[in-house]
């Protein structure tokens, strides 16, 4: 008897242990990369992971295959099928040549639903456009004979503003506008779950509304460029990216006001330096904990 008690109380401890596990909250980095050609480097895009569910956000160039990858460390949230929620920063080419790639390659993969999309004014345009371009494609696989499921290859694309734009019983999200250039509609996200709070810039500079949304969060990613890298590149690149992008010292300025338990550097910006001087330029005025992101990172 006492040893069937024994059984019964170590299967309800590693019930609970699992329990939680699948539970926590969890990011994953499936593309650190830019518009640099870098094959180290997928293009922009990472998983949040809570209760076995994946929400994505950004769709860069490579982003069901990294998904494809992440699901063998362990997140069978991240396989193809299993990729329905989508959302977009904003809609450069780096950011959403994935798109077409997230909504066709799950649905060949036996989807059992449409995938929905949140993102900018624009989404529902570029989304409506990329169905049409592969309407054959399309036709061929529902009515020929993979005999697909048409739910599938349906996209429920959702233009937001600013404020909550999303809930269910394991996360709400929260958009809010930054500064990306001359881009109208340029959004972060805030990610809340009961055991997180994670910040996603998108692509930006300066912003003190990043700042109101982010603070006291439990992990920024934000992106970045080398100050020292961007004096190297001619005048109309510097006059570019000082409007589009964040500098190092930027960035530790709204690191120190958001004040993060982890500063995540993502969409590394080093112009012929190198990732850990990208680094040390954080650090010179920054002294919370921050790392260089990559591609298939957890945290």
Not at 123 to 128: A, E, Q, S
Not at 156 to 166: A, D, M, T, V
């Amino acid at each position: 008897m006492k040893n069937c008690i024994l059984i019964i109380a170590f299967l309800f401890s590693a019930f609970s242990i699992l329990e939680a596990q699948n539970t926590e909250t969890k990011l994953v980095l499936l593309g650190t990369g830019s518009p640099f050609a870098d094959p180290n480097k997928s293009g922009p895009s990472l998983a949040i992971i809570v209760n076995n569910t994946s929400y994505i956000v950004d769709c860069g160039p490579g982003v069901v295959r990294r998904a494809a990858e992440a699901k063998e460390l362990g997140f069978p949230s991240l396989e193809a099928a299993q990729l329905k929620t989508l959302f977009i920063t904003h809609l450069h080419s780096d950011h959403t040549i994935g798109i077409a790639d997230i909504i066709l390659t799950p649905a060949v993969l036996d989807r059992n639903a449409p995938i929905t999309i949140y993102g900018p004014v624009g989404t529902k345009n570029m989304t409506n456009h990329i169905i049409s371009a592969y309407k054959e494609d399309i036709d061929m696989r529902i009515n020929g004979l993979e005999k697909g499921d048409a739910i599938a290859y349906q996209v429920n694309s959702n233009e937001i503003k600013e404020g909550e734009i999303y809930k269910d019983s394991n996360i709400t999200v929260t958009a809010f506008n930054v500064k990306h250039g001359n881009w109208k509609n340029a959004f972060g996200f805030v990610f809340q779950t009961k055991d997180k709070k994670i910040v996603v810039s998108g692509d930006c500079t300066f912003s003190e509304n990043l700042i109101k949304f982010a603070k006291d969060c439990d992990i920024l990613v934000h992106e970045v460029y080398s100050d020292a890298g961007l004096k190297k590149r001619t005048k109309r690149w510097q006059d570019y990216h000082s409007t589009f992008h964040t500098s190092s010292y930027q960035l530790a300025d709204i690191a120190n006001e958001v004040k993060p338990k982890l500063l995540i550097l993502n969409h590394q910006l080093t112009f012929g330096t190198t990732l850990q001087s990208l680094l040390d330029e954080v650090r010179s005025k920054y002294q919370g904990a921050v790392v260089n992101g990559a591609d298939l990172d957890i945290y």
